[in-house]
């Protein structure tokens, strides 16, 4: 089975600080995600990549960058953090695009 | 626009009933579609998915059921059990088209009550 990894479970930062959130996936996938679920709001899509060195913006891109060096890794970066940040974040990675994501345990960020 | 529409933001079931979750779509170019599992605290899971050509797939507990006239699907648990309470997203795509992703909906929480 794959498996997608981030890094953390739960992450406390306060407003103005640069944030990374990483995400490893073991099974070569071409293709990596990043969501932000809210209550009410489901899941919105911020930053994804079909390939190394590729990223295309979401939904709600405003306020986030995302950086592939690797195929296997996929980092989403808050460049300056505010608490309308305060989420969770779903990393998610796929053998073809519209067949099915494959998810992280998720990132639970509390921006203060 | 939301194409993928969970109307009911939450439902409760008695425990051993029938729990049924509905999802209604706009994009009639969607032709493959999917249910995720969601538990507080961890990632969703991938339950269950329904090709176009069909218009009802099972899995165990699982039915899914696709009406594409009426651009409807429905999830039927049956019988429900305590580990189903979890937020439910519906998820369609269009596979013909490569460049398209996956769209989910907002999610329906499930309480199933003992």
């Known amino acids: 089975d794959v498996k997608v990894t981030q890094s953390s479970r739960y992450l406390v930062k306060r407003t103005g600080e640069k944030v990374f959130l990483e995400c490893v996936q073991d099974?070569?996938?071409?293709?990596m995600f990043w969501y932000r679920q809210d209550p009410g709001l489901g899941l919105r899509l911020i930053y994804f990549?079909?390939?190394?060195?590729?990223?295309e913006k979401g939904d709600i891109p405003e306020g986030y960058s995302v950086s592939r060096e690797k195929k296997e890794r996929f980092s989403l970066i808050l460049e300056s953090a505010s608490t309308n940040q305060t989420s969770m974040y779903l990393c998610?990675?796929?053998?073809?695009?519209?067949?099915?994501?494959?998810f992280g345990s998720g990132t639970r960020l509390t921006v203060v | 626009d939301q194409q993928v529409k969970q109307n009911s933001p939450s439902l409760s079931v008695q425990e051993g009933r029938i729990s049924i979750l509905n999802c209604d779509y706009t994009?009639?170019?969607?032709?493959?579609f999917l249910w995720y599992k969601k538990y507080p605290a961890e990632g969703p899971t991938f339950l269950i998915s329904?090709?176009?050509?069909?218009d009802k797939n099972e899995d165990g507990r699982f039915t899914v059921f696709l009406n594409k006239s009426a651009k409807h699907l429905s999830l039927h648990i049956v019988p429900s059990q305590p580990g189903d309470s979890a937020v439910y997203f519906c998820?369609?795509?269009?596979?013909?088209?490569?460049?398209?992703?996956?769209?989910f909906g907002k999610g329906t929480r499930l309480h199933i009550l003992p």
């Open positions: 998820a369609a795509s269009a596979s013909m088209n490569r460049d398209d992703k996956i769209i």
């Open positions: 994009n009639s170019m969607f032709d493959y």
């Open positions: 099974m070569d996938h071409e293709n």
């Open positions: 990549s079909y390939d190394v060195k590729m990223k």
């Open positions: 329904i090709s176009s050509i069909k």
């Open positions: 998610a990675s796929s053998f073809q695009r519209v067949y099915g994501y494959t």
